[in-house]
């Protein structure tokens, strides 16, 4: 018989030490974004699944539980992914004609684990910029990413970039290729070489030199040198060569940032149109942050504004960094004196954790290292070390 006390596969709870680190980085991380001038919104947890899943890719909508709304009948979606609904918000809702930036933190459901040890319950946080298509909107989301890591004890994050836009533009330039860019794209994901050697030898339609190119992007991976390497084996489509100048002027940008580029990089939900980048870091066995520009998911909301932003799970983040410490704590026994009473408040009153031992009982906690006590010494309340 199954017990009552078990999860389902991929979801967990999380117990007091973990939480405690968990809401520690919520409030530093979005007071920091705060200091950039973000304003946090909060969408809900369910939306119709036509609004959540407009715009985006159809890698979004396979991560998507959905339901039916017992109210309407309709078919509703449990958020995967917040960036379409904050979206949805800056479009729709807002509907400013300037830069606007927002940023949020909230609970998404995987419908499967994106990876072997990957959670399907995600606690996401992230910043978005809307309304300015220059890079320099990327350079601010790029070193605010970077900060969060940083303010989060992260030590020597890399930063691995990529351009969606030039693997597009390659099929782009050949229908033959572009009729099975689905499987091209996948296959790129996993950069699976012999794979797309086989496919371009059962498929009919597609240039040879586009199969050239398609098979250069795997290898196509490595410090800043790799853009030369680019224009110099891949096709010299405008496309190429703009996500080329795109990726070359982010890099000019960043001061001493470990930098890689990986042209074969097609993860992610398929929305974006621009820069994409990942943040690795030892310790972590897959990306901690995720981001890129995605200027057409505004557009299925009737307004099309650039965009450009990032996200991360806390619960991963906070997994990969050391213990966090216990915190100090004042002992107290338990009773109805005012005296103690008043002095109770006015020590929590000051930031102190004070833990009343109920009668009958020891501290028992993880969370809290007793190193103090209140004992009545004379007629009065006071503090003596531990």
């Known amino acids: 018989m199954i017990g009552n006390w078990l999860l389902p596969e991929g979801l967990a709870d999380t117990l007091p030490a973990e939480a405690r680190r968990i809401e520690e980085l919520r409030r530093k991380l979005l007071d920091l974004y705060r200091t950039y001038g973000f304003e946090m919104v909060a969408p809900p947890l369910v939306e119709y699944i036509d609004s959540l899943l407009s715009g985006t890719g159809g890698d979004l909508n396979l991560s998507t ?10 078919t ?5 992914d917040m960036t379409t609904q904050v ?4 479009a729709h809702l807002l509907n ?15 419908a499967r684990p994106a ?10 946080i992230g910043a978005e910029i809307y309304g300015h298509a220059g890079f320099e909107a990327d350079i601010e989301v790029l070193q605010l990413a970077l900060e969060s890591t940083r303010l989060a004890g992260v030590r020597e994050p890399r930063l691995d970039l990529c351009h969606p836009g030039l693997v597009r533009a390659i099929l782009d330039a050949d229908a033959g290729a ?17 794979a797309l050697v086989e496919l371009s030898g059962r498929v009919e339609g597609v240039r040879a030199e586009t199969w050239q190119a398609l098979r250069k992007l795997p290898d196509l991976y490595g410090g800043a ?3 030369a390497r680019a224009r110099q084996e891949l096709p010299l489509l405008p496309g190429v060569a703009a996500a080329l100048d795109a990726l070359g002027q982010l890099i000019a940008a960043l001061d001493g940032v470990s930098v890689g580029v990986d042209l074969a990089d097609v993860g992610g939900y398929g929305y974006h149109s621009g820069v994409t980048f990942s943040i690795y870091a030892e310790g972590w066995h897959d990306a901690l942050v995720r981001g890129g520009r995605y200027d057409d998911v505004s557009r299925a909301f009737g307004r099309a504004r650039p965009a450009t932003g990032f996200s991360l799970d806390l619960r991963k983040l906070a997994a990969g960094l050391p213990p966090a410490a216990p915190s100090r704590a004042i002992r107290a026994p338990w009773g109805q004196d005012p005296a103690l009473v008043q002095a109770l408040r006015s020590l929590r009153a000051a930031g102190e954790v004070v833990v009343q031992n109920l009668p009958g009982h020891e501290h028992d906690q993880d969370e809290f290292v007793c190193d103090r006590e209140l004992a009545l010494k004379d007629g009065a309340w006071t503090l003596r070390t531990l």
């Open 115 to 124: 990876g072997l040890l990957s959670s399907r319950e995600l606690l996401q």
């Open 96 to 110: 400013r004609a300037g830069v606007t930036r927002l940023c949020y933190c909230g609970t998404v459901l995987h």
């Open 65 to 74: 539980c959905k339901l039916v709304d017992q109210l309407s009948g309709r």
């Open 87 to 90: 979206t949805r918000i800056d």
């Open 178 to 194: 572009a009729a099975h860019a689905e499987t091209i794209y996948a296959i790129l994901r996993d950069k699976d070489v012999p």
């Open 225 to 227: 040198d790799v853009l």
């Open 76 to 80: 509703l979606g449990v958020r995967a």
